[in-house]
């Protein structure tokens, strides 16, 4: 199998584009390619190509697009993960799954609950970190489109996730209520997009389910004690087979 | 919330039992608990009680079980998860994983392209360790039973899982072969009992497809190309959700 780089720039066939500092590094001194290999390319935007090395130097990687290449299918639903920031480099494991299992797109939010301020987040390199993971996980899983991770905010109940897809669905853990509702009785249509919110490693407090009851459905998984950082994975999960999605 | 110990001998009510050495430290050492104070205990079978600090040494640590307690319940399908052994210690968080989704039971197989031999396994003291990973997540999901580890088998086709439950199902990555079921097509009632078999990751070798080929359903999950380790997460809970366990 030929090695593939994400080149954002990668557009029309028959031109040539430079590989991102990352790619053309791992492109020399990793795997030693030469000009005249062939590779393959995404753009991250869907699109995915057959590609030739068509100059190498120290420091720049150039790749001639030669045609069209069937991109790996998207989910029919744009799943988007509005996950609360997670201790250490828990979410670092998170965004990697979360692009993985096929979310489109990954909204970090901090909770009355989470461990780390906004503040200290904006101060961080963690955003640029988590933006390059979710690069690598794409790379990896196949998929030609890399998911955004936004910048952090704050969530404040519903209208912090105004500019997320609707339906919003709440992940709430056993027993913190009992108005959940199971997967099995979430409507049988899927809707177009949607965004999972999911809490931190301490849950909702009792404001923010209140504050969310009418804007976010409240879903349960039953009696499962998840770790926080496979929420997101058990629960896209959950939802794409109640819609046969996988 | 009390503090929660394994004690596997636990049983009569009214009885005093013994702490395990490493629970006993964990309750003198880090919880500094003392003589009277209540904790809950479960046996790793399935019984729960609450019960009182009896006494407390530098090395043992005894329990009176004063009452039993509503244990968790379990899922109605008890789940096998025959896994191939993983790289490095990714197998360590494969069985955390399995008993937080409610697994009942973890047999490690090695495959054709397990990375690892079956003496290598046998010499070093990763099953113990797997044991030992299996009662602290039952004890921090809350579980009352701590699913059996098996000590790790050869995968040489069907007769080597023909100690494990029917109905088998195989879990196939995609491409590796076009004879796959979605979950979606799996039959609508849930059997009482089930394996889960899934390779290592460099997947399964077409002699290990065919072999199997008549012995376990070959599922599929859509065209997500998932993490080995992430993969035992994935498939529970899409079968889960399609039988509506959750």
Redesign the interface.
Known sequence: MNARFYAPSASVVGSEVELPEDEAQHAGRVLRLKAGDSVSVFNGHGAEFAATVASMTKSRVTVRLDARAEA??ELAVAFTLAQAVLKGDKMDDVV??AV???YAAVQPIVTARSEVSLAALTRSDRHERWQRIAVSSAK???RAVVPAVASPVAFEGPTSLAHLPSPQFLLVEPGASNATT???GVAPAAPAALTLIIGPEGGWTADELQRCANHAHPLG???????AD?AA??AA??L???W???
């Open positions: 790996k299918a990697r799954d993985m299992l096929g990896q899983c196949g199971a997967v099995s998984l039953g009696a499962l004690t998840l770790r496979a994975i058990v999960t959950a794409m087979t109640h046969k999605l996988i």
